[in-house]
C-alpha cells in the first residue's frame, strides 16, 4: 500500500489525483493540502474530487 499526500488538493491537477488514488487499489490518500484561507480548507478531499 502506497500512502499518499497531495499538495494543492483543491486545484484542477489536484483534483484529478485525489480521485485516482481513490480508484486505485495500491493507494491510499492520508493528507490533501491547500493553501491557508481557501475555501477549502476543512472539506472532503473526495466530495471536492467529484
Avoid: F, Q, W
Avoid at 499538495?7 to 488514488?21: H, K, Q
Avoid at 481513490?22 to 466530495?47: F, K, N
Amino acid at each position: 500500500m502506497i500512502h499518499v499526500v497531495i499538495s494543492g488538493a483543491a486545484g484542477r491537477m489536484g483534483r484529478t489525483l485525489v480521485r485516482l488514488v481513490a480508484e486505485s487499489e495500491d493507494t491510499r490518500l492520508i493528507g490533501a493540502v491547500e493553501a491557508s484561507g481557501h475555501p477549502c480548507v476543512g472539506g472532503d478531499a473526495g466530495l471536492l474530487a467529484g
